[in-house]
Structure formats: structure tokens, C-alpha cells
């Protein structure tokens, strides 16, 4: 069974930093890019960021490029998202989700599993 735990989100004031966690379990994580994704209060999902199963290649919303960071650890079947710089807009659940041989995608369907969210809260 396929499991993806978020961790990491809380209130932060806004300019502050955050480093959310996923963990990923049942799935041979080095075949899996791994993205991030947000959800707003009465929005869509958005892509945030993904990174390739090797580390090598990312991708980033045009509105956190320069401030949020997405790496892993395939010894550890952990991806990271390292927020700097928050904004209140940057207020979201924030989910993980899994690719298999994917290439970075920042299209929702493509993704074969997600986690249950973390909430990430950035006050003004």
C-alpha cells in the first residue's frame, strides 16, 4: 500500500521560513519524480514545485521561484519543500504526490498518488 505523509506545516509570520517533509512509503521511490502541490481556501490545486527521481531537475510556480526550494533524499524516501520568505498568500494545504518515470510534471492527472495534506498557514 502506497502511503505519502506530509509534515512540517504550521502558522508562520509572514517573511518566515518553513521545511515541509514527505515521506513516502510502498513504492520504490526512485522511479517516482515527486511534486508539491497547494490548495488555497475556494481554489484549485496549484502546482508548486517537482523534482526528478534523481534530484537533478526541478520545476517551480513562477510565484515561488527564488524562494521555495524542492529537494529529496531517495535514502530516506523523503521530499522536502523548503519555504523562505512566506507570504500570506503562499496560505495553502500543501500536498505531496508521486510520478511514476514521470518528467516534472506541473499537470495534476499525471500523478499516480498523494499524500494527505499539511496546512500552511502565513500570517500578515
Known amino acids: 500500500q502506497v502511503q505519502l505523509v506530509e509534515s512540517g506545516g504550521r502558522l508562520v509570520q509572514a517573511g518566515g521560513s518553513l521545511r515541509l517533509s514527505c515521506a513516502a512509503s510502498g513504492l520504490t521511490f526512485t522511479m517516482y519524480s515527486m511534486g508539491w502541490f497547494r490548495q488555497a481556501p475556494g481554489k484549485e490545486r496549484e502546482f508548486a514545485a517537482a523534482i526528478d527521481w534523481r534530484g537533478r531537475s526541478t520545476s517551480y510556480l513562477d510565484s515561488v521561484k527564488g524562494r521555495f526550494t524542492i529537494s529529496r533524499d531517495n535514502a530516506k524516501n523523503t521530499v522536502y519543500l523548503q519555504m523562505n520568505s512566506l507570504k500570506p498568500e503562499d496560505t495553502a494545504v500543501y500536498y505531496c504526490?508521486?510520478?511514476?518515470?514521470?518528467?516534472?510534471?506541473?499537470?495534476?492527472?499525471?500523478?499516480?498518488?498523494w499524500g494527505q495534506g499539511t496546512q500552511v498557514t502565513v500570517a500578515s
Open positions: 504526490a508521486a510520478d511514476k518515470w514521470g518528467t516534472i510534471a506541473s499537470v495534476i492527472n499525471v500523478y499516480d498518488y
